[in-house]
């Protein structure tokens, strides 16, 4: 009776670590099959092959994170060329990458997949949304709230939690590329309803006479622009912009930074707050330090644009 007891544990075991293996390995081969994708789309100079391949991708990649386990695979080959960030809290993680045309304008996808516990079945799933970019129909994105399906493209390199209440909203810094004159950086909000369905921008910023629901910093081609969030601080910080001559105000592919003047956004009882002059730590050796990788992470952008901050003229 033992021996047979022994053997249904070992045989139980045994499939266990089958199943376990399997899974490793599907998970293993849907990430290189997404490697060997992204490399052809990234090298590829047509408008219509790398729409092609871009379909080919999304394809596998919402047949791999429709997997209730892909939620703990790291997707770790992947390194920078698919940005993949999971909030701080763990209960979602972002997934998104872009494409740039041949018109230097840049188009941008992913999937936002959520952790979904069922209290019922005591099992846990997965919800995903595809992220769809509308921003070209999105006309004034500074006063607009949409879902995924109307989507402000860009990629993400930050989430910032914050408890307002008995909820939680996340914070998104991001940065888009935009076109051959400008670029943007850009502070948005994402929230889940009741259903756990996603939302984009919120009535939580208090700006000198202005309450967007997201912000958007645009400025020149070959200008660094840093948006950071300073812990130490509990701040969001950025550069401060402006045009190059008094003249070209309000043509943001003219505006750029000025050395070492930054505003900042101070959370107050779960709303972002306008502040000036904000004065950061940075380390004694290197003023700038804190800011000096204005990409701030995540996704490696397909475009080799360089940019830089312009020197000060001496007077």
Known sequence: MRKIIFLLLFFQFTDLLAKKDTTLDYFNAQQAKIIQINKKLFKSKNDDEKQKLNTELLSVFEETLNQAQSFNYSFDSLKRDIGILTSPDGKFRIINWNIEKSDGTHLYYGFIQEKYSSSKKKTESVLLFPLIDKSADIKNPENTISDNKKWYGMLYYKIIPVKQKKKTYYTLLGRDMNDKISQKKIIDVLSFDGNGNPRFGMDVF??????????????????????????????????????????????????????????????????????????????????????????????????????????????
């Open 206 to 315: 208090s700006l000198p006479k202005r309450y967007p629901k997201r912000i958007v910093f645009e400025y020149a081609i070959n200008c660094v622009f840093a948006l950071k969030y300073d812990e130490d601080l509990n701040m969001i910080v950025y550069d401060r912009l402006g045009p190059i001559e008094a003249q070209l105000e309000g043509q943001y592919q003219y505006y750029c930074t000025s050395d070492f003047e930054y505003d900042g956004l101070k959370l107050k009882k779960g709303k972002w707050v306008f502040t000036p002059n904000v004065a950061p730590k940075n380390d004694k050796d290197n003023k700038d330090k804190l800011y000096n990788n204005p990409d701030g992470g995540g996704a490696k952008p397909q475009s080799d644009t360089f940019m830089k901050r312009p020197k000060k003229k001496k007077k």
